[in-house]
């Protein structure tokens, strides 16, 4: 079993940042992609950015220059740096990872930018 949780969601006002977590844990023998994505309210849950093992980082260009997705090996874990936030921004946020063949989702994680 692999748990996958995400932390940091929050209010914000426009302009402002946040810092969202995602950490695998349980029998994680090898993490491959790790992703964060983001669904609005009525909208299809789209790709916001993922790190392969590698390293490869791909952005949505929605976010290119505002967020920074980062990864901790050591930890299983990677975060997602936003800054400049805009109210379209606002959405629950999710973390998958693949191992190998299978992928794990988080519950997601509340981003509410609003003034």
């Known amino acids: 079993q692999v748990q996958v949780v995400e932390s940091g969601g929050g209010l914000v006002q426009p302009g402002g940042s946040l810092r969202l977590s995602c950490a695998a844990s349980?029998?994680?023998?090898?993490?491959?992609?790790m992703a964060w994505h983001r669904q609005a309210p009525g909208k299809q849950r789209e790709l916001v950015a993922l790190i392969t093992s590698g390293g490869r980082i791909i952005y949505a260009d929605s976010v290119k220059g505002r967020f920074t997705i980062s990864r901790d090996n050591a930890k299983n874990t990677i975060y997602l740096e936003m800054n400049s936030l805009k109210p379209e921004d606002t959405a629950v946020y999710y973390c998958n990872v693949v191992i190998g063949l299978s992928t794990y989702w988080g519950q997601g994680t509340q981003v509410t930018v609003s003034s």
């Open positions: 349980g029998s994680v023998s090898r993490l491959d992609g």
